[in-house]
Structure formats: C-alpha cells, structure tokens
C-alpha cells in the first residue's frame, strides 16, 4: 500500500477514521481499520526517525518502545526494533563518553564493550572497539 505524502499521514489517517465510521460493510470498516492502524504505525517510526535525527534519543526509545500492538507486521516490528537498537547504542556511547570526560576510564571501557555486545549496526561496535583500544592504551600508560 502507497502511504500518502510525506507530512499528510495524520490528515491519511483521519480520512481512513472517516471511513471506517461510515462504512456499513464490515469488509471495507475492517480494512479502512487496517490501514489506519498502518498508518499509525508509520507516522510512530517517522516520529522517532525525525527525534533520531534531532538527537533527542530518550524521546525517540519511547515512541519506539511502543506497545507490540502498534507493530501491525514483521516490516514494522522489525524496523521498529533496528531503530530501537540503534537508539540505545547511541545512547550507551553518551554514557561512554560522558565516562571519558569524567576521567572514569574503567567505566568508560565497559560502557563500550556494552556496545559492541549489543544488536547494533556493525559500524556502532567499530567505533566502540576503536574507544577500546584507545581507552586500553591510556589506562596502560597511567
């Protein structure tokens, strides 16, 4: 199914209420429904996308830590929970850094190795691994 435009989902998804309210065949409520919900599923994900984007990480984790229920498919469940991953990597190398500024090497090392023992992108635990080595070398040169 095409969604409607980028930034005309919500007025897509009042039409489809409208439908579905006014419908008096029970096929055409039931998919009116669907798609509604579908719809709700994609304006969630570009919420959070767009919150990625802006960096606002612990906003973005809790949209995207919606109830199972609004993950309508597979497509959606599992886009849903490659972001949800990726925000929580992002979020764990804030800790790790943080750690870094603080002077907290030891802690710093550990917030990375919880990055890479992570379900995230294979980039994400690269750069982990790269603050690894450089936080080893510091920590040996003390």
Do not use: C
């Amino acid at each position: 199914m095409k969604l409607a435009p980028e930034g005309r989902l919500e007025e897509a998804r009042e039409r489809f209420e409208q439908v579905r309210n006014r419908a008096q065949d029970e096929d055409l409520k039931r998919i009116a429904d669907r798609s509604g919900r579908q719809l709700d599923a994609e304006i969630q994900l570009r919420r959070a996308h767009e919150l990625m984007r802006n960096n606002h990480l612990r906003e973005a984790e809790v949209a995207l830590s919606a109830a199972d229920t609004l993950w309508l498919d597979d497509d959606y469940r599992s886009r849903a929970a490659s972001a949800l991953a990726d925000v929580r990597g992002r979020r764990q190398i804030e800790v790790a850094l943080a750690e870094v500024k603080s002077g907290r090497l030891a802690e710093a090392h550990a917030a990375f190795a919880r990055v890479v023992a992570m379900d995230v992108p294979e980039a994400m635990k690269d750069y982990a691994r790269r603050n690894m080595k450089e936080l080893d070398a510091a920590m040996r040169g003390r």
